[in-house]
T-cell receptor, first 118, second 111 residues
């Protein structure tokens, strides 16, 4: 069974600085998708970034980028120029790439709470 | 487009009471999901529906039932609420192979 591990329960960063959130996963599959979701105090789950395992290039969305190391099964999120609005819980999630009912499920890590200091 | 909507947003129940959480999506997604979120445990899948007419158990299905009423709607029912079911409940939907879209959540307290 696949598992997702986020080893940093809490992180803190100064405004305008860069922070990296860690995520590792365990799978025997070669085709899968990885996601980072943000959950601010409003509780809404917001997709930050998506990475397809077959793509070697790391995904980037504005100030958010990932470092995807497939062999090491590592998927870290880098937030550049941190802003107060980035303060939230961040969840890493995994989904198999095989099509079909059960395989659309997301497996979540336990989350990292990010604080941004002014 | 409203995306994924959930009702109610908050609910307080007494032990043994029943209730149904409603979820609807307007994105024409085939798959829908119910999660619960507890402190320190991330989101755990309760039930899911890969397509209209099918439902399957997730990681923590005990004490819950679901109904996929049509392609848009997926409800979660607690037949006899217990304090251990105090949690925040999220509904989500997706279209393969893309990300899941989440509703705003329901905070449920069982006394």
């Amino acid at each position: 069974a696949q598992t997702v591990t986020q080893s940093q329960p809490e992180m803190s960063v100064q405004e305008a600085e860069t922070v990296t959130l860690s995520c590792t996963y365990d799978t025997s599959e070669s085709d899968y998708y990885l996601f980072w979701y943000k959950q601010p105090p409003s509780r809404q789950m917001i997709l930050v970034i998506r990475q397809e395992a077959y793509k070697q290039q790391n995904a980037t969305e504005n100030r958010f980028s990932v470092n995807f190391q497939k062999a090491a099964k590592s998927f870290s999120l880098k937030i550049s120029d941190s802003q107060l609005g980035d303060a939230a819980m961040y969840f890493c999630a995994y989904r198999t790439g095989h099509y079909g009912g059960a395989t659309n499920k997301l497996i979540f890590g336990t989350g990292t709470l990010l604080a941004v200091q002014p | 487009n409203a995306g994924v909507t959930q009702t109610p947003k908050f609910q307080v129940l007494k032990t043994g009471q029943s209730m149904t959480l409603q979820c609807a999506q307007d994105m024409n997604h085939n798959s829908m999901y119910w999660y619960r979120q507890d402190p320190g445990m991330g989101l755990r899948l309760i039930y899911y529906s890969a397509s209209e007419g099918t439902t399957d158990k997730g990681e923590v299905p005990n004490g819950y039932n679901v109904s996929r009423l049509n392609k848009r709607e997926f409800s979660l029912r607690l037949e006899s609420a217990a304090p251990s079911q105090t949690s925040v409940y999220f509904c989500a939907s997706s279209a393969y192979p893309y990300e899941q879209f989440f509703g705003p959540g329901t905070r449920l307290t069982v006394l």
